[in-house]
């Protein structure tokens, strides 16, 4: 249950964007001084991605040292019944970060009059100071077959993005249940 | 004094002590005549010899309270091999020098004491109804090697008022069974080796009976932990019908000392009549491990605490016998009249060395002998109890069982029902746990709780009896079983040795830890949970691998529940509210390998059902929405390890602390020790016919939305359906989702995000390092100033490490569904391949 769990909280997580009213704000030294309670956690680690390469040693994926194969991950979707695949693949890199906080925060004013009318709890997720990218990248394509491989694949990739470096990132983000 | 009503059938005697000693003179025991050489043992200084050969059977030994008795219906003593066979003893008494009786006692052949029945009666001497409720049969087979010398004089010392007694001896060849509706479960090939001298036993002012045993020392094996599921077996090691070995949950060993100090009064907590009881107990060293497939030394392998140390003591822990409260008040939960169970206060503390998983006995010996010998261990433990009346969601709670005859109706009328409950309290942070990894300490603090509902105890046999489904093995029911915990947060640091340290540190919002609940199947470690518990767990033996083991079928039901996954201090958090909770498992296997301990699932599937995620207040808390999660797996595998992440590298890569922080990374040490869980799942497709299938279902919109009571099923839903796994083909399955979880306690990088004060007025500059001092504050020093020291005076925090590889991961569709538009597919297909996804993140105390 517990891994079916994090994994439902987890897809929650990433439809926030879309479902709910999320919003970054720069918070003062003084507004930081009224929240109440620092009970929360801070969290610093890695997401790293293929880093080696993924389980799969076909014709298509390989080990990141096998040319002219990929070695990230592979997601396809399809919107249209016997349609095409939008696809992001050669999904890989790692993303290490120092300094996210996590806690809950009471809204009761502010946000032009709607947080006295919300007046409940939100998630403050506070960013981390320092968020590092290395080698992460991924390619955006469409694609006939969702599996490399199979009769008929062709495959046009888009775009490619390529992230390195260190990124400061500043404020909270608030994330608001709005069912 | 109590008063008790004695009733005596074909010699019947009101206590169990005492229907032993007077066997001989009421029943089919013989005193063989002494021969000449024993008879001039008795004059001279070689004392005398008794040997006594005992065959007796009484139809009822019941104890009364206030006019309701237990009887224990059918006890015999007789030989083991057979019921019409004599036990036979031998005693040689001696007087001592200094004026002690000596007592030798050695058994001829292995005897076997039994209790056919458990029954609640309402007058002596009742004819028993075959079918009557009972608390089902206990049978206990002996060889007894030992002495026992008796002084004059007690506690005070010679002189004094009552005796002391040293004991010493061994119980082997013995079996100890439970046997309900013609199946037992029972510990084959059983010894008990003891030695109790300087025990002593007073009756103090106020007739309180005191016994003392100051040295306690004991030593407790058992071969084969065996079910058998023939009637016409009893108390046999091989089935009398096929001649094969009864099926075995593996060994048990057992080895402690300890000081005892028991005070027996009487009077209960209702009426005149009953006892209270008072107990003070040390544990000065306890061992106890579980094995399988093992030969006691360098094969087979056992999990188990090692070098725990503690102390267990109750107070005014009273025994009655008593009427179901529900009685006259709600008559279909009336079980019955039942020996009743209370007590004030009960505490009980145990601090476990080392945890182990893997382990062979030979080096399970070496390391209790030495305290040396490595072993494969998670780390320390710290379990803190207490026990005593309190409140729980403002509700009073109070410590009572009442032990009831019948166990689940549809399994037959022997079994054992616990109307049970528990109040477990912690004020002062007196109940916790801890634990220990690598010299660093996690406690999850301030552990309240409670439960109030019906345990059932059966023995039963594969099959179906009026509706209900059985397997084989030990049956643990729960019908309307309430119950509810939550910690008010985990408080890591440095291990001192001393809890007391512990509770003074930074409290940490709570959060489920997974690594601290591997057996609950979730419904353990987080920072709160409550609810009503329904359904069964069926222990069977037998494992996966090899011959021994243990396969557990269960279905179990959570229902009107509420859980924490994130909890802060003042107990607002992350809640599922609204949970319903349906799991089912069949045929779950558990062995030890060398590895650690396995966990073969055969099938299982689930149904998760939270009405409301909220954030905030658990009830009054603003809301994600509902959450539905049906789970369906087969021939999954989890194993638990000792051992957590070793060295790893944060942010780079590379295998030497050099490379990897030519990489830009942090290299971490987290030690030997942490645990270890690595789990293979199989996703299934959907079983429309048994409704077993993996769906994700999120719902928002719902009719009464934000109210108390929301309608499921009349808003908008969507859903990912139907999704399994594969090796990218679409067809084979073998590789799975693959998962592998370290937990560690260990140090944690702690940036400091801003200039000036923090929370607690400890100044530093934006980017300095939190660096802990040694009476728990803290201060924060620049990167540049940072010593080696500091860097070992980190914070300490949880680390997690966790691993998850698949091949595929195939979602059949994703569905957007309307109460009345109906349902609209918004995506046709979602393939994710070719995952190995790493995250390792270390969480700790915010400020």
């Given amino acids: 249950m517990r891994y079916c769990t994090r994994f439902a909280i987890a897809l929650a997580v990433l439809s926030w964007s879309v479902y709910v009213n999320a919003e970054m704000e720069r918070i003062s030294d003084n507004a930081l001084s009224e929240v109440t309670g620092q009970s929360g956690v801070y969290l610093t680690g890695e997401v790293s991605i293929n880093e080696n390469g993924g389980p799969l040693d076909n014709s298509y994926f ?79 394509a469409t694609s006939s077959n969702a599996r490399p491989g199979e009769a008929g694949f062709q495959q046009v990739d888009l775009m490619t993005v390529e992230l390195g470096g260190e990124v400061t990132l500043e404020g909270n983000l608030l994330v608001f249940p709005t069912p | 004094m109590t008063r008790h009503n004695v009733t005596q059938k074909r010699g019947g005697v009101a206590v169990f002590a005492a229907a032993l000693l007077l066997t001989s003179s009421v029943s089919n025991a013989e005193l063989k005549a002494l021969d000449d050489e024993v008879l001039s043992g008795v004059s001279g200084q070689s004392g005398i010899t008794l040997d006594l050969a005992a065959k007796a059977s009484v139809s009822e030994v019941a104890y009364f309270d206030d006019g309701l008795g237990l009887a224990l219906q059918g006890v015999k003593l007789n030989a083991a091999a057979s019921p019409s066979d004599f036990a036979n003893y031998r005693f040689e008494l001696d007087v001592l020098a200094d004026g002690a009786l000596a007592i030798e006692f050695t058994s001829n052949n292995v005897g076997r004491f039994e209790i056919a029945d458990m029954r609640f009666v309402s007058n002596p001497g009742e004819i028993p109804v075959a079918a009557a409720p009972s608390m089902g049969g206990l049978f206990l087979d002996f060889m007894l090697d030992g002495r026992t010398e008796i002084r004059g004089g007690g506690a005070g010392g010679p002189g004094t008022s009552g005796h002391t007694f040293d004991t010493e001896f061994v119980l082997t060849n013995g079996r100890l069974g439970y046997r309900t509706n013609g199946n037992e479960f029972f510990f084959d090939g059983m010894s008990f080796d003891v030695s109790a001298l300087g025990t002593t036993l007073d009756v103090d002012p106020g007739g309180i009976l005191h016994l003392r045993m100051p040295n306690f020392q004991a030593e407790f094996s058992v071969s084969a932990v065996r079910f058998s599921d023939n009637p016409a077996n009893h108390g046999v090691s091989n089935d009398v019908v096929t001649g094969l070995p009864l099926p075995s949950y593996g060994s048990l060993w057992l080895n402690t000392d300890m000081n005892v100090d028991l005070q027996i009064q009487a009077g209960g907590a209702s009426g005149v009549q009953g006892l209270t009881l008072n107990s003070s107990n040390q544990i000065n060293r306890l061992d106890l491990a579980w094995g399988e497939d093992t030969d006691w030394s360098s094969s087979g392998y056992w999990v188990g605490a090692l070098g725990a140390m503690g102390q267990i003591s109750f107070q005014n822990l009273t025994v009655d016998v008593l009427a179901d409260p529900d009685a006259g008040v709600d008559p279909l939960n009336d079980y019955g009249v039942g020996l009743a169970v209370a007590f004030d206060q009960l505490s009980f503390n145990l601090d476990v060395a080392d945890v182990v998983l893997g382990e062979t006995k030979t080096n399970i010996d070496a390391y209790v002998l030495n305290g040396a010998t490595p072993v494969k261990s998670i780390g320390g ?75 059932t105890l059966d023995v039963t046999r594969a099959g179906n009896i009026s509706g209900t489904d059985f397997y084989d093995g030990l049956r643990v029911g729960f019908e309307q079983f309430a119950f509810g915990y939550q910690f008010e947060g985990a408080r890591v640091a440095k291990d001192t040795g001393d809890n007391e340290d512990l509770k003074s540190r930074q409290l940490q919002a709570g959060q489920a830890i997974e690594g601290l609940s591997p057996f609950t199947m979730g419904l353990a470690g987080a920072p709160s949970l409550k609810g009503v518990l329904d359904g069964h767990v069926t222990l069977g033996p037998g494992g996966a691998d090899g011959v021994e083991g243990i396969t557990i079928n269960a279905d179990l039901s959570v229902s009107n529940g509420l859980m924490a996954s994130y909890r802060e201090e003042d107990g607002r958090g992350l809640w599922l509210s609204g949970l319903n909770y349906d799991v089912h498992l069949r045929d779950m296997m558990l062995d030890v390998t060398d590895e650690g301990l396995q966990i073969y699932q055969g099938e299982s599937w689930s149904l998760l059902d939270v009405t409301d995620i909220r954030i905030g207040d658990e009830v009054t808390g603003a809301s994600f929405g509902r959450l539905a999660l049906e789970s369906f797996e087969q021939g999954s595998t989890r194993t638990i390890k000792a051992g957590g992440a070793g060295v790893v590298c944060i942010g780079g890569a590379g295998t030497s602390q050099a490379l990897c922080e030519g990489d830009g990374g942090r290299w971490e040490d987290r030690g030997t020790e942490g645990i270890t869980i690595s789990s293979v799942r199989f996703l299934q497709a959907e079983n429309e016919l048994e409704g077993k299938r993996n769906r994700l279902t999120w719902e928002t919109g719902r009719a009464g939305e934000g109210g108390a009571a929301p309608v499921n099923g009349s808003g908008m839903q969507l859903v990912f359906d139907n999704y399994t796994t594969n090796d990218g083909d679409g067809i084979n399955d073998i590789f799975g989702l693959q998962t592998d979880y370290h937990l560690d306690l260990a140090g944690v990088q702690v940036v400091k995000k801003s200039d000036g004060a923090d929370s607690n007025g400890v100044v530093g500059s934006k980017g300095d390092i939190k660096v802990m001092n040694a009476d728990g504050t803290y201060r924060y020093v620049s990167p540049a100033a940072l010593t080696a020291q500091d860097i070992q005076d980190r914070p300490v925090g949880i680390a997690v490490r966790t691993r998850t590889q698949f091949k595929e991961l195939d979602f059949d569709r994703v569905n957007l569904v309307h109460p009345t538009g109906g349902e609209s597919t918004l995506l046709y297909g979602l393939k994710l391949q070719n995952f190995d996804v790493t995250t390792d993140i270390s969480t700790t105390v915010l400020d």
């Fill in chain 1, 62 to 140: 390989g080990d990141c040292a096998s040319a002219g194969k990929i070695c990230g991950a592979r997601i396809a979707a399809q919107t249209q019944q016997d349609g095409g695949w939008f696809v992001l693949d050669n999904l890989k890199g790692t993303i290490a970060f120092e300094g996210l906080t996590l806690q809950l925060r009471n809204i009761s004013s502010g946000f032009g009059g709607d947080g006295a009318l919300f007046n409940r709890d939100v998630i403050e997720i506070g960013m981390p100071s320092s968020l590092r990218f290395k080698d992460f990248e991924y390619t955006l």
């Fill in chain 2, 381 to 455: 433990m710290s379990t803190n109890f207490l026990f005593a009346d309190g409140l729980f969601d403002g509700v009073a709670r109070t410590n009572a069982i009442l032990l009831q005859a019948g166990g689940n109706v549809a399994a037959g009328n022997q079994g054992l029902r616990l109307d049970t409950q528990l109040s477990l309290i912690s004020p002062n942070n007196e109940s916790n746990f801890v634990y220990i990894d690598d010299g660093n300490a996690l406690m999850l603090s301030k552990l309240e709780g409670f439960a109030d509902g019906d345990i």
